[in-house]
């Protein structure tokens, strides 16, 4: 019972504050992300790609819904965002002491763990 405890709060944490991040670029738009997408030498519809990574896919992470999908989904989003926004942070230490990628690898590494774990038994399918 603890363990599924522990995975719905894990599931809601990662959930909620990615689709926080999603919901801000509904408001304002995604043009920053096709700026980096297209001067990576991508198309610019693929800047559009980051709505499935933090809103589609938090959602079914939240739900339990298909959350080791969800979960993977938003790990590859996560992947993408240090690629085109990050890379040069990636080995970097911030002024507080901490890594400067902290909230990124946050996000990566706790996706990665509800999709290894799955969404427990306050899921929609329990798989």
Do not use: C
Not at 20 to 33: C, D, F, N
Not at 54 to 80: K, W
Not at 94 to 101: A, D, F, I, N, V
């Amino acid at each position: 019972m603890n363990d599924d405890i522990g995975k719905l709060v894990l599931r809601l944490t990662l959930g909620i504050l990615m689709l926080l991040h999603g919901i801000a670029k509904m408001r304002y738009g995604v043009s920053g992300i096709e700026g980096m997408v297209v001067s990576q030498g991508l198309p610019g519809f693929f800047a559009y790609g980051v709505f499935v990574g933090e809103v589609f896919a938090p959602l079914l992470v939240i739900l339990g819904f298909y959350a080791r999908i969800g979960g993977l989904i938003i790990a590859f989003n996560m992947v993408v965002a240090i690629a085109l926004a990050h890379s040069s942070q990636l080995l970097s230490i911030g002024k507080q002491g901490g890594w400067e990628l902290e909230l990124q690898g946050f996000f990566l590494f706790t996706a990665l763990v509800v999709a290894l774990i799955g969404p427990g038994k306050f899921g929609i399918n329990r798989k």
